[in-house]
């Protein structure tokens, strides 16, 4: 990263540049990476803005589907890109932007879950459309109950599944998100949490392994 850069504000606020209007045109070919240094070389709003339209559908749908409700996920997405923009100087040279975001943005849900004990993962009224990944989530567990294909409806056991997940610690249910519905690699999960990859591979066993009892035991309760 040039030397000469400094940590100026933007005369935009934050929010302002998140819903600055206009078009961003001619930054397909520059990588995340390359549009975060041409932002602090800069200071231009568009290399900003295109980095969360790039990034905006599928932050969000990560997040609707970890805080299973739509304006709590709408408000952890404004956040995550408040923080990306006051943080930005802080993205080290040579790292990769995707899991410094989604590291940023995981973390951002987790607190929201914790500051809103009220709100529950497993909420029915979730309206995102993810009932192929929760029914993936299905096939990967030791169920002696109805299989998929044989209930009723296929929003039953997208609700059933995120009832299960729901039931798992904080962490725990990041790292299912980001393993089995955003289907991320264990890398990738090793550098958002910062962790190594073996740890990543261990918590993943060990995860699974508690959501199957979860699942086993709401099996046999219905």
Not at 57 to 85: I, K, P, W
Request: charged share 25%; glycine share 4%.
């Amino acid at each position: 990263m040039p030397a000469n850069r400094k940590s100026t504000a933007m005369e935009a606020s934050p929010a302002g540049v998140i819903n600055v209007a206009g078009r961003v045109e001619g930054f397909a070919d520059l990588s995340d990476e390359q549009l975060v240094d041409a932002y602090l070389d800069a200071r231009q709003p568009e290399h900003f803005e295109a980095l969360m339209r790039r990034y905006e559908r599928e932050l969000y749908t990560f997040l609707r589907r970890f805080l299973g409700n739509a304006q709590h996920a709408e408000d952890v997405f404004q956040g995550t890109f408040l923080s990306v923009h006051l943080r930005i100087d802080q993205f080290e040279p040579g790292k990769r932007f995707r899991p410094w975001l989604y590291a940023i943005a995981s973390n951002k849900a987790i607190d929201f879950m914790r500051r809103n004990k009220r709100h529950q993962m497993a909420s029915l009224d979730c309206t995102v459309q993810h009932a192929d990944s929760d029914e993936a989530m299905v096939s990967r567990l030791a169920s002696h109950g109805p299989a998929p294909d044989e209930l009723a409806m296929r929003s039953e056991t997208s609700a059933k599944v995120r009832q299960a997940v729901g039931q798992l610690s904080e962490p725990t249910q990041q790292l299912i998100q980001l393993a089995f519905y955003q289907g991320l690699k264990y890398a990738d999960i090793a550098e958002i949490l910062d962790i190594p990859v073996g740890t990543v591979k261990s918590r993943v066993f060990t995860a699974m392994r508690k959501l199957n009892e979860i699942w086993m035991r709401m099996q046999q309760d219905s």
